[in-house]
């Protein structure tokens, strides 16, 4: 990662909103309001993501409606890792990662996983 898109890929500030929503604000100014759930649908861990490959092992469908977020940590400077109500906890979520993972209809070029 070159410091250009570190500084673009950097919270100005992470809320969590109860169980079930989580809120980035970036130093650019943009506002990720993402559902725990949809984080879990979306972790890149070697459990969910074939390394390699890049291929979907999670079934997005098999996670629960219902699904919460119990905890938030920071990862070095770098990411985020979250401890989910389903008792998965392995996914480092790099703030890259999760300003691909924004839910809003504002990034029409990206790949996303729904
Ligand atoms: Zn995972
Ligand atoms: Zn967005």
Redesign the pocket.
């Known amino acids: 990662m070159d410091i250009k898109e570190s500084s673009f890929f950097q919270p100005k500030e992470l809320r969590k909103k109860g169980n079930k929503e989580f809120r980035i604000l970036w130093s650019d100014g943009h506002e990720s309001l993402y559902t725990f759930r949809r984080l879990r649908q979306n972790?890149?861990?070697a459990?969910?993501v074939e390394e390699i490959t890049g291929r979907l092992i999670?079934d997005p469908d098999s996670v629960p409606q219902n699904l919460e977020g119990l905890k938030v940590q920071a990862v070095g400077q770098y990411g985020l890792r979250f401890d989910f109500s389903d008792g998965?906890t392995?996914?480092i979520y790099t703030f890259k990662h999760l300003r691909k993972c924004c839910p809003c209809d504002q990034h029409p070029n990206q790949t996303l996983r729904t």
């Open positions: 972790c890149p861990c459990l969910c999670l998965h392995t996914g």
